[in-house]
């Protein structure tokens, strides 16, 4: 780690929730993923018959009274469900105890690309066809996206920063990397930190679906997210959380913690240059890796390891493969790049987090996830993206990376825990 950027105080993940397509819990995902199943099927909430993509990534199995209280879950919309969950899991997860968390030393960071945009739609539809006195008194809360964040901080009595973030698919790592920051500035010991997002209504079905940025693969939904793949035709949306828990290290290692790996560096960039397309030339990706390993004070041929963004999109997969060899030269191809999306398909603003997740699993048992779907080879996506089955490989650093609507991107760099 640059001891310059990090005085003092480091950072280890403790404590892991994931509320995936693959399942609701850390390794009922982690054990889907090592097979290499796919967690897209036709879409069960909403009539689609009418749209042109009608499948996606559904939590199936998630049920929010295992962790909520009937009468609160009434008040929450679903990505605050799931970010409640999540951050449940992780807690639980971390080992640490209920009172250590009730202080202004814990702290709690959990963004959304979109928010509550059900509970906005079912709203508007009560206040055109019932009137404004009909709208429900909890619609503000269900909606802001600051409120996943805030109802953690209720749950644990976490006292601390108390923050959310909204850059699109960028949010999750956006938000374990200022996390991972604000812990190493002294400012807290403890974060909760990540994404939670439930896009699978109509109208952001719709949305995605005018631009053109959706597969279309209705007949093989599960083969439809596609990563590098030469016949990939889009992403698929998907839904859920990814939430860990950020401990000092000291403190961490003063309670005995498991400790899953060590964020040692972070990087944000723009592209200026669109609002929904990537940078072709990889420049924004390319600098946000670059700063990321200049924070950790690593090489480029140090890593072993990067969970892709790998969208399955035309163009973010091509630049994406392009920005990696731009930054690590002739040690690209020595690589692993998968991207975990071919299971999960895309979680939007939850992405970051639960392949920050990912990206430590993969760290702590020193095995990497495949890509699955990788049939046919893209001459512009040349990299080893280990198609199709799990590997063991010594892993020391991994990168995670997550590319944004509007240009904005983020890179964070695990690494494997030695204890001392």
């Not at 009595?157 to 938000?175: D, L, M, R, V, Y």
């Not at 913690?257 to 940078?279: F, K, L």
Request: hydrophobic residues 40%.
């Amino acid at each position: 780690m640059n001891r310059e950027n990090h005085p003092g105080r480091r950072v280890v993940v403790t404590g892991i929730g994931l509320v995936s397509p693959l399942g609701t819990g850390t390794d009922k995902t982690w054990q889907a993923l090592l097979r290499g199943e796919s967690g897209i099927a036709p879409l069960t909430r909403f009539d689609v018959s009418r749209y042109a993509t009608r499948f996606g990534g559904e939590v199936k199995d998630f049920d929010p009274l295992a962790f909520i209280d009937r009468k609160e879950a009434r008040k929450m919309d679903l990505f605050i469900r799931f970010g409640l969950a999540a951050a449940e899991l992780a807690v639980a997860d971390s080992g640490i105890p209920a009172a250590d968390l009730r202080s202004d030393r814990a702290g709690t960071y959990v963004g959304s690309g979109i928010g509550g945009l059900g509970s906005i739609e079912e709203n508007l539809k009560v206040l055109w066809e019932r009137g404004p006195d009909r709208v429900s008194p909890f619609f503000l809360i269900q909606t802001i996206i600051n409120e996943a964040s805030g109802q953690i901080s209720i749950r644990f009595g976490a006292k601390g920063p108390n923050c959310a973030n909204a850059t699109a698919c960028s949010t999750g790592s956006h938000a374990i990397g200022d996390s991972f920051r604000i812990i190493a500035r002294g400012e807290a010991d403890i974060m909760i930190a990540g994404g939670a997002e439930a896009p699978l209504t109509p109208l952001s079905l719709a949305g995605f679906t005018a631009i053109k940025a959706l597969s279309e693969r209705n007949d093989e939904p599960a083969k439809a997210s596609r990563p590098f793949d030469a016949r990939r035709d889009g992403f698929v949306m998907g839904e859920g959380a990814g939430v860990v828990v950020l401990e000092e290290l000291g403190r961490a290692l003063r309670r005995n913690a498991r400790i899953y790996a060590e964020v040692v560096g972070y990087g944000m960039t723009s592209d200026a240059y669109h609002v929904a397309a990537p940078d072709p030339t990889g420049d924004g990706a390319a600098r946000v890796m670059k700063r990321a390993l200049e924070d950790a004070g690593i090489a480029p041929g140090d890593v072993q390891y990067i969970n892709a963004h790998g969208t399955s999109t035309q163009l973010n997969d091509k630049t994406e493969t392009l920005a990696i060899k731009t930054v690590f030269g002739e040690a690209a191809r020595r690589l692993a790049v998968n991207s975990t999306k071919s299971m999960t398909g895309h979680l939007l603003g939850a992405a970051g987090g639960l392949e920050a997740g990912i990206s430590a699993l993969a760290l702590f048992h020193q095995v990497m996830p495949p890509t699955i779907n990788y049939e046919f080879p893209d001459p512009d996506c040349d990299l080893d993206y280990v198609p199709n089955a799990a590997r063991k490989a010594a892993i020391v650093h991994a990168v995670s990376n997550s590319f944004g609507f509007g240009g904005t991107n983020a890179s964070l760099v695990l690494k494997a825990f030695d204890r001392p």
